[in-house]
């Protein structure tokens, strides 16, 4: 039998609404693979609910990471998420430099809808850019790809030829996978597309529109990624396997009236994730 594979997950954890840590270690464990969280803040709620209690782990990170190493652990990646400080960057930047063999994932979460988050100054976007240019694959949303390339964020559908060109400037950047969710091409459709450079191929999953943004679900959709190459799978079934239990996940939420700080219902949809289906078609962009 195989050894199961391990996760370092670096990421806040939050008490209420389904995000980072609580929907990325059930989520990826349900797919088989060991989470091992490394983690960065604890909150009683995500900061969508305004009012929260917050207790920073910074000094954690590399305690931590000294003791991994002392104990010899390996870790098959390396998954950064939401970070609060140039430290945790920092911090970020040696786990990445001790395990050189692993798979290093960034989510680089600053910001949705066309602006940043407020924690997020434009000094700590920049030093993104440098766990970005370390990553073997990385998954902005559309927001964080134009802050990553200084591009204003597009206010109408984008041509095939204009996100294919972000994709490849974005894998100039250093990461040799990149996808980018919640994209409107020019036929209307809300899309995530993905560039593998190695291969030279583009890749588009289309989504349905559900009108309603919940917290937490650029950390399903990246987490379910990240679990799916680990797996084994090529990159457009990775992102069919992720934006198909991602989408069934929020239209489940909006069909309750789930309030969207209470994040996205996936706990009774854990055994589809098991099985291992896909839903979805994937094509070329």
């Not at 050894?3 to 609404?17: E, H, M, P, R, T």
């Not at 002392?70 to 960057?89: A, H, N, P, W």
Request: glycine residues 8%; hydrophobic residues 40%.
């Amino acid at each position: 039998m195989n050894a199961i594979k391990k996760v370092a997950a670096i990421q806040d954890i939050s008490g209420l609404g389904r995000c980072s840590l609580t929907v990325i270690i059930p989520l990826i464990s349900a797919m088989g693979i060991q989470v091992c969280p490394v983690t960065t803040t604890v909150l009683s709620a995500h900061t969508g609910f305004g009012d929260f209690v917050k207790r920073d782990l910074t000094d954690f990170m590399m305690p931590a990471l000294e003791h991994y190493k002392k104990l010899g652990v390996e870790f098959d990646c390396i998954y950064s998420g939401f970070l609060g400080s140039e430290e945790q960057i920092d911090h970020c930047l040696e786990f990445f430099s001790t395990y050189k063999n692993a798979l290093k994932i960034v989510d680089p979460v600053m910001g949705d809808d066309g602006k940043s988050y407020k924690t997020y100054t434009q000094r700590l976007c920049r030093r993104m850019g440098e766990l970005v240019a370390v990553a073997d694959i990385i998954t902005p949303n559309l927001t964080e790809a134009a802050i990553l390339l200084g591009e204003d964020f597009p206010k109408a559908p984008m041509l095939t030829s204009e996100i294919r060109s972000w994709l490849v400037r974005l894998s100039e950047k250093g990461a040799r996978i990149v996808v980018i969710t919640s994209v409107v091409l020019s036929d209307g459709k809300m899309t995530t597309v993905g560039y593998d450079r190695d291969k030279g191929t583009f890749w588009k999953v289309q989504n349905e529109y559900v009108p309603i943004n919940y917290s937490g679900g650029g950390d399903m959709f990246a987490s379910i990624l990240a679990g799916s190459i680990l797996n084994g799978d090529s990159l457009p079934v990775a992102m069919n396997r992720a934006a198909a239990f991602t989408e069934l996940c929020i239209r489940t939420t909006y069909s309750y009236g789930t309030p969207w700080s209470d994040g996205i219902m996936f706990e009774s949809q854990l055994p589809w994730l098991m099985s291992y289906q896909e839903l979805k078609d994937f094509s070329p962009l």
